[in-house]
Structure formats: C-alpha cells, structure tokens
C-alpha cells in the first residue's frame, strides 16, 4: 500500500515537474531596440513622449518560438508587458510633470498589458496577429483588442509592430493642460510601439 503511494506520488511529481517545464520552456526576451511611444495633440502642437524603459515575460511551449510564430502556430503561452511610469519621457521637464500627473505615475508605478488571447494570419511577407488582452493605467483595467505586426528580424528574432489609439478619460485620467490652460492635450492619444524578441 505505501510502496504503491509512494510510486502514485513520483509520478504526479514528475508530471508536475514536467508540465512547468513545457509551460516555461524558451521565454522569448525583449531586445533593448524595442521601443514604445505615445503620440498626442494639444491646442498648440502634437506632442510626443517616448518609454524609458519597456520589459515583457513572455512564455511560450516550444523550443523555437520565433520561428513557429511567424509560421502562424500559437507557440505563445502568455504575455505580460510592463512600462514603469516615471520613465515615460516627453523631452520637456514641464510636460513630463503634467503627463506624469495625468497617468497618476505616483499611485500606480506601472502600465501593463496582459496577453488573453491571439490569432494570426501569415502571410508571404508579414504576419499579422489580432491580440486581446487587458490593459491598465492609472489602476483601470479594461479590455483591448489590438492588431500588430509581425516580421522577421536580424539574429532569428521577431519584429512585433503596431498602434494602439485609446481615449485618456476610458481609464479615469485628466488630460494634461499647460500654460495656464492656454494649451490643452488632447484626450485620444496613439501608442506605438516596435518591439523585437529573441
């Protein structure tokens, strides 16, 4: 009786131990070319204001992930990408305070997007992948659906591209207004980004 739990409990172990390893197997990294900016209007000019710093976890079930992706295989498990606030970067130290008063950079550290669900149309030169998933900012989530990119790039990595056009007041945040309310930001921003995984 103990020698046939004992064999019971080796063997769920393993399988455990196993299936970890399938889930983490390969995380694709983020390369320090991507980059992320969001581009804005005001009633005096457009305005751009770039990510310092951009982080992703993204795990996948297969040793060759890039590959089996741009091949239009779902190799990709689950994704979570992370923007810590205080390095957004407008260029200009005024506006740096307003943006980062309006994305509420002292409350909430972070902007995140957490992969749901994803498809992908390949195609001969581009893939293209419809992504669903969950953003928050300023500590309001809500549902996203976004189209991207995807391409090959240099030393067997993944090029993953897009925009994403979202309305500030969606997720409880104050456009910025500057100069004594002479120059007002407008409340639908675009968020671009490029970013390569290897």
């Known amino acids: ?21 399938t889930y983490a197997v390969s995380p694709l990294k983020l390369s320090t070319e991507s980059r992320l900016w969001v581009e804005g209007t005001s009633t005096v000019r457009g305005w751009t204001c770039k990510a310092g710093v951009v982080d992703a976890a993204v795990e996948t079930a297969v040793e060759n992930a890039v590959p089996a992706v741009l091949g239009g295989e779902s190799a990709v498990k689950a994704v979570t990408f992370t923007v810590p606030t205080d390095k957004m970067d407008c260029n200009n130290g005024t506006m740096n305070g307003h943006m980062w008063k309006a994305i509420k950079a002292k409350e909430y550290p972070t902007i995140t997007f957490q992969l749901g669900t994803y498809t992908i149309a390949k195609a001969a030169d581009a893939s293209t992948a419809t992504l669903n998933g969950m953003l928050t900012i300023g500590g309001v989530t809500k549902p996203i659906t976004m189209e991207t990119k995807l391409t090959p790039a240099d030393n067997d990595a993944m090029r993953v591209a897009g925009t994403y056009e979202l309305n500030m007041k969606d997720y409880d945040l104050k456009p910025p207004t500057l100069m004594l309310g002479t120059m007002k930001v407008g409340e639908k921003v675009k968020v671009n980004f490029d970013l390569v995984l290897k």
């Open 1 to 21: 009786m103990t020698t046939t739990r004992s064999r019971v409990l080796s063997v769920l172990g393993a399988a455990l131990v196993l299936g970890a390893w």
